[in-house]
């Protein structure tokens, strides 16, 4: 037995005893090191800083880093696009070109371009090329103090995260973002989708982004469409778009198509010999893109934009459906045909009337012609009238039907002729050429107007003109222009007297009516127009018909100014003071709100807000807002219940008796057939209308339509002055509506007015307003036995011998008093008579 302590013999030494026994040597031999070696210090103090500051430096490189998830969610920002009522694209709101398209949508040659001309190892690559970066390192070192950029060897994915992500910085810094990034972007979305956002994002030039816009911007295609010399053209862009796209480097951008064509032929994506006929061709590309929009719309369009930025915000900040970057789709209840003969009837209204009276004044002027160009197209003043176009005087003969020069927004210097004495250099007008080289100085009028086209059954504008041309003028009189709406206000009247008890028949004084304003003003007393005395006893139908100012202040009075400006309220005309020279139409409105409520007067008092935009959706379709408001719960359901198809019934706003509104429409068909618009029975529609025309007169308003479209127009000079003492609402606008009629003639039905329920229809001696028995109603205008709408119980009585012994009692009292009011105005005049304020507001109560 051997003995414990005998060492002679020791047992095996454990592993792990060991390996603590060495290490403890080492640690202790590193310490020594580490105490006695002053270099070894130092060498270790500098690792941990670089260690350190590589860590640092880590954390701020990634700080601030984007998730490349939200790729997965990126939705760009996209134009608006705005729908008419057919459904056809008529504008687009956008700052930048922007089409969004699908992988599947691209064509190869186009795709393959691009790869040739930017990453062809994108498909295999894990989202840095070596290669590429290595290159661009060294470029970047031989050019680095020297002011020129580097090329950048960006991989398709890194550009895709600098241009989506993190911005394009000139920054190693950002050069090492976006390869980080790259590499995530590349673990989240597949090769497609990262082509797919690349090929709709990447900026090429003319407010272009993506290869769908830049296609329309260079060669006013589609990309379906594109050649194969076009597509490899575009893929060139990327590096330089502001260099390839000009006319003057015309020679470098085919040098440069042709090295991407080789570069395709390469990497066997297209043969030689379609490479070779592709370099054989022009670059072909567009100065000047056509125009896919209508100008006929522009105000229609700018009320639309309106409206829109009211809801929605302008820019992406606002929210996610701003009008610029929202992708909204709109669809408006724009009617083109309608909006075209809107338009050109107005022009011609307006040309009308200017006639012959010469050159007005410039659009604009500019100060400094040295940059004419420039300044002429940053005015962005256009004229879409005949061959007629914008252009700056550049010298004058200083005669007039002097010789002089003209040049246009594309650089072009032409001969301008007919220049008034009164053109300077520097002046923008219009101009029409006259021969080649030569242009001839054209004047738009300067008077205006607005027009509105609108559907009583829905409150729908389907067609709006606020000017001559909204290319010279943005300010849309249509809805913007606050003017006197003259004798148009004076069916509102009617009807707050037919509410109040009056009827179509009832007899009104046509006379003298004047009234006391105060010792120091004396009295103030009411004309005609024109200055006409009164006629005697008629009826209502007979005062509206010939615009009587003398029976409508009287109507007015008698049934109390309150009642009537409630009913301007209640149809929404205005708010105005209970002054009687309102019932006249002295208070301020616009064409759209005196539309919206004749239209009620049509709809039998049913009125529904103008609406020019029928419902919007967001860029993914889903309506996030519509102008009918009407719901149908039980439109969806799964199984038929066995009732009756439900009926959608619309909500509009009862503003006026429905029997009432009857009256008046069928009082004011009256004007269409013997009043103050009789120019338009020759039409032989069913049309009710009224004229107007202000004091001065400086506005001519006409009102009118059927149960299809109502239809409003005035014109006025926007500076209001005297549009001459010929001018009437019969002469000058109830024409402009006319032509608009002919114009859409089979748009506007043939179905007469329905009457409401309780409405009675009674023959009338159309003169006196007493029922006749036994007669037949005439077809010719003025007929003596006329069928009148009465409310129940309200019928007159039956004409009898004393009614006509009293007629001509009146009408001799008549002859009498009017020849007191002649002698008395004579008085008047010599003593310095407050004169006619027909249309003056204040002063009368």
């Known amino acids: 037995m051997t003995d414990a302590n005998d060492p002679g013999e020791q047992p095996p030494e454990d592993a792990t005893f060991r390996i603590r026994r060495e290490a403890s040597g080492g640690i202790a031999a590193i310490g020594r090191a580490w105490r006695e070696r002053k270099w070894l210090r130092r060498f270790g103090y500098l690792c941990m800083a670089g260690l350190i500051g590589l860590i640092g430096f880590w954390i701020v490189l990634t700080r601030d880093m984007p998730d490349a998830n939200k790729l997965l969610e990126y939705q760009p920002p996209l134009p608006t696009m705005v729908r008419g009522m057919d459904g056809e694209i008529v504008y687009s709101y956008a700052r930048e070109r922007r089409v969004q398209l699908r992988f599947v949508d691209f064509p190869r040659p186009m795709i393959n371009a691009f790869l040739s001309a930017e990453d062809k190892t994108f498909w295999t690559h894990g989202g840095v090329d070596i290669g590429g970066l290595a290159g661009a390192v060294v470029d970047y070192a031989s050019k680095y103090g020297s002011g020129v950029r580097a090329k950048g060897g960006s991989t398709i994915t890194?550009?895709?995260?600098?241009?989506?992500?993190?911005?394009?910085?000139?920054?190693?810094?950002?050069?090492?973002?976006?390869?980080?990034?790259?590499?995530?972007?590349?673990?989240?979305?597949?090769?497609?989708?990262?082509?797919?956002?690349?090929?709709?994002?990447?900026?090429?030039?003319?407010?272009?982004?993506?290869?769908?816009?830049?296609?329309?911007?260079?060669?006013?295609?589609?990309?379906?469409?594109?050649?194969?010399?076009?597509?490899?053209?575009?893929?060139?862009?990327?590096?330089?778009?502001?260099?390839?796209?000009?006319?003057?480097?015309?020679?470098?951008?085919?040098?440069?198509?042709?090295?991407?064509?080789?570069?395709?032929?390469?990497?066997?994506?297209?043969?030689?010999?379609?490479?070779?006929?592709?370099?054989?061709?022009?670059?072909?590309?567009?100065?000047?893109?056509?125009?896919?929009?209508?100008?006929?719309?522009?105000?229609?369009?700018?009320?639309?934009?309106?409206?829109?930025?009211?809801?929605?915000?302008?820019?992406?900040?606002?929210?996610?459906?701003s009008v610029y970057a929202g992708g909204l789709w709109v669809r408006t209840s724009l009617d083109s045909e309608m909006q075209k003969a809107v338009r050109d009837a107005l022009r011609a209204g307006l040309l009308r009337y200017h006639g012959n009276r010469g050159w007005v004044g410039p659009i604009a002027h500019l100060n400094d012609l040295e940059s004419w160009q420039s300044q002429l197209v940053v005015a962005n003043k256009t004229v879409d009238y005949k061959d007629w176009r914008v252009g700056v005087v550049l010298d004058t003969p200083g005669t007039a039907n002097g010789t002089g020069r003209i040049g246009f927004s594309d650089g072009n210097i032409a001969t301008l002729t007919g220049i008034s004495e009164r053109a300077k250099a520097g002046d923008l007008v219009t101009a029409a050429p006259v021969t080649a080289g030569t242009w001839a100085l054209r004047s738009v009028p300067e008077v205006s107007g607005g027009m509105i086209i609108e559907e009583p059954g829905s409150g729908r504008v389907v067609a709006m003109q606020g000017g001559f041309d909204s290319g010279l003028d943005s300010f849309n009189r249509a809805v913007q222009a606050e003017r006197q709406p003259g004798s148009t206000i004076k069916p509102f009247v009617y009807a707050t007297a037919l509410q109040n008890g009056m009827t179509p028949a009832t007899q009104v004084l046509d006379g003298t009516f004047c009234v006391f304003q105060g010792a120091n003003l004396g009295n103030k007393c009411f004309r005609n127009f024109g200055g006409e005395g009164g006629s005697g006893s008629h009826t209502m139908r007979w005062g509206l018909e010939q615009s009587r100012n003398l029976m409508t202040v009287r109507i007015a009075n008698d049934v109390g100014m309150k009642r009537v400006t409630r009913t301007f309220h209640n149809m929404g005309i205005g708010d105005y003071q209970s002054y009687l020279s309102f019932a006249l139409g002295a208070g301020e409105t616009t064409v759209s709100r005196m539309i919206n409520a004749y239209a009620a007067l049509a709809n039998n008092g049913v009125q529904f807000s103008g609406s020019v935009i029928d419902y919007v959706q967001d860029r993914n379709?889903?309506?996030?807002?519509?102008?009918?408001?009407?719901?149908?719960?039980?439109?969806?359901?799964?199984?038929?219940?066995?009732?009756?198809?439900?009926?959608?019934?619309?909500?509009?706003?009862?503003?006026?008796?429905?029997?009432t509104a009857y009256q008046v429409v069928h009082m004011l068909e009256g004007v269409v057939t013997r009043g103050t618009a009789e120019r338009l029975r020759d039409l032989k529609l069913p049309l009710f209308g009224k004229t107007g025309t202000t004091n001065g007169p400086t506005d001519v308003w006409f009102m009118g339509g059927n149960q299809d479209y109502v239809g409003g127009v005035y014109l006025g000079y926007d500076n209001p002055r005297s549009l001459g003492g010929y001018a009437q609402g019969g002469r000058i606008a109830a024409p402009i509506f006319k032509e608009v009629v002919e114009a859409t003639r089979k748009r506007w039905g043939m179905q007469p007015f329905v009457a409401p329920a309780g409405i009675r229809m009674v023959r009338i001696d159309r003169v006196t307003g007493k029922r006749v028995m036994g007669v037949e109603p005439g077809d010719e205008p003025k007929a003596a036995v006329i069928w009148e709408a009465f409310k129940p119980d309200t019928e007159p009585r039956q004409y009898t011998a004393e009614d006509e012994f009293t007629r001509r009692r009146d009408a001799l009292v008549s002859q009498i008093r009017n020849a007191r009011e002649a002698r008395n105005a004579d008085a008047a005049g010599a003593a310095g008579d407050l004169g006619n304020f027909a249309e003056e507001q204040g002063g009368v109560y």
Do not use: H
């Not at 009407?630 to 199984?639: E, F, G, L, V």
């Open 158 to 321: 890194q550009q895709v995260a600098k241009n989506i992500l993190i911005g394009d910085e000139y920054s190693v810094t950002r050069k090492l973002k976006e390869m980080l990034l790259a590499r995530r972007i590349e673990g989240v979305l597949t090769k497609q989708q990262i082509l797919e956002l690349y090929l709709n994002e990447i900026p090429l030039g003319r407010r272009s982004f993506g290869v769908q816009a830049a296609a329309r911007a260079y060669f006013d295609r589609d990309v379906e469409d594109l050649t194969l010399s076009q597509s490899a053209f575009l893929a060139i862009l990327p590096r330089a778009p502001e260099v390839y796209g000009r006319k003057k480097n015309e020679d470098r951008a085919i040098e440069r198509r042709n090295w991407v064509l080789d570069q395709m032929v390469k990497n066997g994506w297209v043969t030689e010999q379609a490479a070779a006929a592709a370099k054989a061709e022009p670059l072909g590309l567009v100065t000047q893109r056509g125009n896919d929009y209508d100008s006929a719309n522009g105000y229609f369009i700018e009320e639309v934009r309106r409206r829109l930025i009211g809801q929605y915000g302008e820019k992406a900040e606002d929210g996610p459906n």
């Open 621 to 659: 379709g889903k309506v996030i807002w519509r102008a009918d408001k009407s719901r149908c719960d039980t439109c969806n359901m799964a199984q038929w219940d066995g009732k009756p198809m439900p009926r959608i019934q619309r909500k509009g706003k009862q503003v006026l008796d429905a029997a």
